[in-house]
């Protein structure tokens, strides 16, 4: 059975840091370094957006609200995925989700294959 699953989520005071992490278990972890891999997060009575996303050669994209604030890294011979949050304003609270596909196009448009079930961040004032 594929999962993902993150971590790292908390409370913090604006102008703080969070590090998220999300591992792959069993198949798709056997290959992770063949998936494009992505972070979306979706606040209460909103749509779910992405945030960050990371192809298999390792380039990174952001979402302009968090772009020089967050960095989306991989480590494949862990099959770990993070994002390191910096800067944390209270806009940004909301769930964190972890994606994965084989296509790059699939997190872009928000249709992955695998998704973990989240991790709460939550920015107060």
């Known amino acids: 059975q594929v999962q993902l699953v993150e971590s790292g989520g908390g409370s913090v005071q604006a102008g703080g840091s969070l590090r998220l992490s999300c591992s792959a278990s069993?198949?798709?972890?056997?290959?992770?370094?063949?998936?494009?891999l992505g972070w979306f997060r979706q606040a209460p009575g909103k749509e779910r957006e992405g945030v960050a996303n990371?192809?298999?050669?390792?380039?990174?994209n952001y979402a302009d609200a968090v772009k020089g604030r967050f960095t989306i890294s991989r480590d494949s011979t862990k099959n770990i995925l993070y994002m390191q949050m910096d800067s944390l304003k209270p806009e940004d609270t909301a769930m964190y989700y972890c994606?994965?596909?084989?296509?790059?196009?699939?997190?872009?448009?928000?249709?992955?294959?695998?998704w973990g079930k989240g991790t709460q961040v939550t920015v107060s004032s």
């Open positions: 994606a994965a596909d084989r296509a790059l196009y699939d997190i872009v448009s928000g249709r992955p294959d695998y």
């Open positions: 990371i192809g298999t050669n390792g380039e990174a």
């Open positions: 069993t198949y798709i972890g056997y290959i992770f370094n063949r998936y494009s």
